[in-house]
Structures are given as structure tokens and as C-alpha cells.
């Protein structure tokens, strides 16, 4: 039975109220799917913590973060500290077979993933390096190009005395887009010489981010206020870390590669290539570019116009050094024939830069780079 309200004053009363009655609600549920969120984050947080322990408490490992993160823009992550034994060092480098005066030749192995996945070939490099008598550093790190590569081989000579007589640089397809948003600004020292990627300290800001955001999510807070303080952090981690996308990193491959984009990413490799002879016990420095998918297929595929091997040939003929500088370009080599034949399975499904199978990095990229040092002794 409905009850006839006269008074207007008394309609109005019951409109707010009904509408205060909704407001209560909708929070309760929000907040309760905020809570559902948080629980998730803190149980996650739990994982990482536990995966990450070191690399967020040790005090030495925090030490060599500070000291190298801004200079070099990133070091490797937590993953490679996978025992209390393993140094804080191993976040730029780590040894395979280590350098020695004896050793025939001591090669170093520098650039970004592509370097890293040399990880996939160790017992074939120290097979390898065994029979030549040759001592090996891997010194691959994500994301790296000419600039890092530049410092990283600066410090690891200056810090750490290693100084290899030839040095492996993989020159990745992606190194033209992260040199032109990763690294576009850079700090010299008064003479010009390239000093730091990164102002001094964003690593801390970006690291007491990290853990007010941890922190937050753990609090005693409501869970909406934990949610919104949660967005806040991460969106000013965002702003710190200025990580370009992953379109940006390959515009310069899809779109094509124009004469001072050009000059700019070619000025940085021959930066790299005067510092690598910069130590006279260096005897020879090895190149490699090779093809993405997308500079092989026309089909579903857009193919790439821009193409690093074309940039770093153009560099290298021009080198003082070239009688010193061996180009190995997958695309320009017989190792093409192979790799057309067996394109469905060479690279990553779905991978947008277009890594190669764990497999084919073993048996297929390194085994023919290191077939190129056998006669250099």
C-alpha cells in the first residue's frame, strides 16, 4: 500500500534519501572491488618480493645500483642475481670464461637482447672458448644500443679492468628507434664527451616510488584510497621512467629511415666504434645486424623499409678503423637461404621485434658469429 506524501518537503527528503541510500551502495561495491584488487596486488607484491629480495634490500646490490643505473639508463634485472653468491656485478656483465693475458684472445660481447641470448648458447661458447683459448664476458643488457654500449664498455675497462681484444657488438634492428627515444637526451662533461643517459638520481626517485607503492598497498587505508594512492605512484613512475612504446621503438623500421635520422643514429655508432679502439690491445670489433620477420615477408606482414645493416655497412666503410671492423650481416650472408626456409619457426610467434627462438640463437646465430673468430689469433 503506498503512502501519499503532501508535504513537498517530505518528497524531497525521500528523493536524497533514496539517492544517499545509492551513493552508500555504489562505495560499498566499489570498495569491495577494490579490495578484491588489492588482495591480488599483495599477494603478488609477496611474489616478487620473495624473487626480488636481494635486489631491494642487499645493501651492496643497492650500492652498484646507484653507482651505474643513471649513467648507463638501466642495468640488467633482479633475475640474473639467482643466488647469494652471485655478485652485484653480474647486473651489467657476467663471466663465461674469464679474461687472462695468456688467453689467445679475450672477446667481450656487447648490445640488447639479442646479446643477452647469448645466455642460450653457453655451452657451446665455452666449448668454443676452450678449444681457441679464448676468455669470454657477456655483456648483453635489454634495450641497449651504440650509447649505453658506449659507457657500458667505458666503465667495465675503467671499473673492472676488462679489456677484451676483440669485442662482439650486436647491432639490433630496434637500436635506431631506441637511440632516438630511449637515449635522445644525453649529458656531456665540458669537452663533449658523453658522460650520463640519465640526471643523477632518477633511479632513487624512481625507487622510493616503488616502495611507497608497496607500502601503500599494504596499509590499513580503505581499499578505494589505496587503489587512487596506487594509480598516483604508478603514474609517477611512468613520468620518471619516460619508457617510449613499443610503436615508437619501431616507427623507424616501418616508416623507413630519412638522411638525419640517418646521420643522428650513425654519429652514435661511430662514437662507439672510437671508443671500442680507444684501448690499443683491441684487435678487432665484430658487427652483427640481421633481419627482423617483417624484412622478409610482404604476405599479412607490413615490411619494413628502415634497415640497420644498411646504416652500419655505410658507417664502417667510412671508419678509420675499418681494416679492424668485421660487419657480419645475417641478411647480406648464405645463413639467408637457411633462414628463409625456416621463417615459420625462426622467430617468437606474435613477437613484434621479432627475437629468434632460444633454439635458433643456439644453433644457428652464435655458433656462425663465433665460426668468424677461429682464424683471428
Known amino acids: 500500500m503506498w503512502i501519499r506524501i503532501k508535504n513537498p518537503i517530505s518528497k524531497y527528503f525521500a ?22 584488487y588489492v588482495i591480488k596486488r599483495i599477494k603478488k607484491n609477496a611474489e616478487t618480493q620473495k624473487t626480488e629480495y636481494r635486489f631491494n634490500n642487499d645493501k651492496k646490490t643497492i650500492k652498484f645500483i646507484n653507482k651505474y643505473a643513471d649513467r648507463l639508463h638501466h642495468l640488467r634485472g633482479p633475475s640474473v642475481l639467482i643466488s647469494d653468491k652471485s655478485p652485484p656485478s653480474d647486473l651489467l656483465f657476467s663471466v663465461t670464461i674469464p679474461f687472462s693475458k695468456i688467453n689467445n684472445q679475450n672477446v667481450l660481447i656487447q648490445g640488447d637482447s639479442w646479446a643477452v641470448a647469448a645466455k642460450y648458447s653457453k655451452t657451446f661458447i665455452k666449448k668454443f672458448g676452450g678449444k681457441e683459448g679464448f676468455g669470454v664476458v657477456l655483456a648483453g643488457v635489454r634495450s641497449y644500443a651504440p650509447s649505453p654500449m658506449t659507457l657500458q664498455l667505458e666503465t667495465l675497462r675503467d671499473d673492472f679492468s676488462i679489456k677484451p681484444s676483440i669485442i662482439i657488438g650486436i647491432i639490433d634492428q630496434t ?96 662514437r662507439y666504434i672510437e671508443k671500442a679502439f680507444d684501448d690499443r690491445n683491441m684487435k678487432k670489433l665484430i658487427l652483427v645486424t640481421h633481419p627482423h620477420r617483417n624484412h622478409l615477408v610482404n604476405n599479412d606482414y607490413i615490411k619494413f623499409k628502415g634497415e640497420v645493416g644498411i646504416l652500419v655497412n655505410q658507417v664502417v666503410t667510412k671508419s678509420k678503423h675499418k681494416n679492424k671492423i668485421i660487419h657480419i650481416d645475417f641478411l647480406k650472408s648464405d645463413k639467408l637461404i637457411f633462414l628463409n626456409k625456416n621463417i615459420a619457426t625462426a622467430f617468437i610467434k606474435n613477437d613484434p621485434f621479432s627475437h629468434l627462438t632460444s633454439k635458433m640463437y643456439s644453433e644457428y646465430y652464435y655458433p656462425f658469429i663465433f665460426s668468424k673468430l677461429q682464424n683471428l689469433k
Do not use: C
Open 175 to 270: 637500436d635506431i628507434g631506441d637511440e632516438l627515444f630511449n637515449y635522445k637526451e644525453q649529458i656531456n662533461d665540458t669537452s663533449g664527451r658523453l658522460n650520463s643517459l640519465l640526471p643523477i638520481g632518477r633511479h632513487k626517485k624512481i625507487r622510493s616510488l616503488v616502495i611507497k607503492r608497496n607500502k601503500n598497498i599494504t596499509s590499513s587505508n580503505f581499499s578505494i584510497a589505496i587503489l587512487l594512492k596506487h594509480a598516483v605512484y604508478h603514474f609517477q613512475e611512468r613520468v620518471f621512467s619516460r619508457a617510449p612504446s613499443g610503436s615508437d621503438i619501431l616507427s623507424p623500421l616501418i616508416n623507413g629511415v630519412d638522411i638525419s635520422l640517418n646521420q643522428y643514429f650513425s654519429f652514435r655508432l661511430n
Open 15 to 36: 528523493f536524497y534519501l533514496l539517492l544517499f541510500i545509492a551513493f552508500i551502495i555504489s562505495i560499498a561495491v566499489i570498495e569491495m572491488v577494490a579490495k578484491s
